[in-house]
């Protein structure tokens, strides 16, 4: 190990800043950040500099620099762009015992600068010794996606009662356990969403119990359309750290693999007239496990709230007091329309949009039609493909011209993407020629014709007829 990793305390501290330029800059917003007491030395300074200056958040000396200005400073830094300058903050401070950095000169620091994930009061440093900062920086990137800015909320709150648990759990080896069973659980959760309060009354309870048993909860998340990068970061974390997950059909495999590899898995999936689990019993099973102390993720494709059945899924955990949390996804209809290239909303051709459900509860189609037919109107069918033919013929009945542009998004933003474009009257007659199953959705609107334009995902099959004009 080339530098041993330290953090030093500079609160109200003396710290030196060399040099006025945008690379003082931005460690100017990192000593501040740590509550430095911060001197800048330079002729001139940049706008935001003199900006700090003139509020008093620095102190600048209009000159250049003097050795006798290191005199007194807990830290120094050298950002100017002369080497014979730096040179000599460099030596004057190391004759005096004060760390010192050279920026992007390691040769002259005696100490560096990592790049830093800053969830305060927890930091993460990381460090290539100065030789590949470029690689140092991709990494906290990395981090930075991966760990949530809740967690220095939850740092704050656990530090609050680590001497109360430390006097619950003499033994070591229970207060690890207690901790860990509160920093992974649905407590943790409450803290990282800003709700301390119920979390610090469960705390006490669980320390006046002396419980260090983990706590069951649900998580629904929504998986997105499909492709892994269109997850939520949130949804990307409890996904990796649930004990068991229940999954649907819609849930595409890739997105899978991103499940914690030791996890259970549970297909659960419904498809029409063919349900592998029956609702009832999807909401007993997560009942269930939860009560036995275990993190369920419910991972469901799209949105768990946008025809995801997730408020029925809820209602039983609900009245059973089981934590529980709903992570939002991409709604299949945004995907699907973003990736076809198909706005769901335009100012020459639609001003409202409408998601239906292509079947009821009882298989019917019976939907609110004078309302679907409007004009300027977009209209996302979901689960409607087994109905397409009955729902485009309803439109037309129903006083929507035939030549209405229309549009069946398979498998959307995945690379199996189909997008096929028609309009009312020919969209079904593709369909039945196109072998294309579920999961898809149907898009109807004059926005459809811009598809042709704007689509650039996969490959997009037009009908016979031009619809890709602007109306």
Request: hydrophobic letters at 45%; aromatic letters at 6%.
């Amino acid at each position: 190990m080339e530098y041993f990793p330290i953090f030093m305390r500079l609160t109200g501290e003396p710290c030196l800043l060399v040099g006025g330029g945008e690379v003082a800059v931005r460690k100017a917003r990192l000593l501040l950040s740590a509550g430095a007491r911060l001197t800048v030395v330079a002729p001139d300074l940049v706008p935001e500099l003199t900006e700090l200056a003139a509020r008093g958040e620095i102190s600048h000396v209009a000159a250049c620099f003097a050795p006798q200005q290191v005199g007194g400073q807990r830290l120094v830094v050298a950002a100017t762009n002369l080497r014979e300058v730096n040179r000599l903050v460099s030596q004057t401070a190391q004759a005096q015992g004060i760390p010192v950095n050279v920026v992007d000169d390691p040769e002259l620091s005696s100490y560096i600068t990592p790049a830093i994930v800053d969830r305060s009061p927890l930091v993460i440093a990381i460090s290539t010794g100065g030789g590949v900062p470029v690689l140092a920086r991709l990494m906290r990137a990395r981090l930075e996606s991966l760990i949530p800015a809740g967690f220095g909320r939850l740092a704050r709150f656990a530090s609050r009662f680590r001497d109360r648990v430390k006097q619950r759990f003499t033994d070591v080896e229970q207060r690890r356990a207690f901790w860990e069973s509160v920093l992974e659980g649905p407590l943790a959760e409450r803290v990282m969403n800003g709700d301390e309060s119920t979390a610090e009354s469960e705390l006490l309870q669980r320390l006046a119990a002396g419980d260090s048993t983990p706590a069951g909860a649900v998580y629904l998340v929504g998986a997105g359309p499909g492709n892994p990068d269109l997850l939520t970061f949130r949804a990307l974390r409890l996904m990796q750290q649930a004990d068991v997950v229940l999954y649907d059909s819609l849930v595409a495999p890739e997105l899978l693999e991103l499940v914690r590899r030791d996890a259970e898995r549970i297909f659960v999936g419904k498809q029409r007239a063919n349900h592998s689990m029956a609702q009832e019993d999807i909401n007993r099973l997560m009942l269930r496990l939860a009560q036995q102390g275990r993190r369920v993720l419910r991972l469901k494709g799209g949105d768990p709230f946008t025809f995801g059945r997730g408020g029925e899924e809820i209602e039983l955990l609900a009245q059973q007091h089981i934590p529980f949390e709903v992570v939002p996804g991409i709604t299949s209809a945004s995907g699907a329309a973003a990736y076809a290239g198909i706005p769901l909303t335009h100012r020459d051709h639609a001003q409202s949009v409408v998601f239906v459900t292509g079947h009821k509860k009882d298989g019917s189609i019976q939907l609110d039609w004078p309302a679907l037919t409007r004009p300027d109107q977009t209209v996302v069918v979901y689960m409607g493909l087994a109905m397409a033919a009955e729902i485009c013929a309803a439109f037309i009945a129903h006083g929507k011209p035939a030549d209405t542009p229309a549009a069946v998004v398979h498998s959307a933003t995945t690379e199996r993407q189909r997008t096929l474009v028609g309009t009312l009257q020919t969209l079904p007659a593709q369909l039945a020629a196109s072998g294309i199953g579920s999961p898809a959705l149907i898009i109807v609107g004059e926005v459809v014709s811009l598809s042709s334009r704007l689509g650039w995902f996969r490959r997009v099959e037009d009908a016979a007829v031009t619809i890709g004009q602007d109306s």
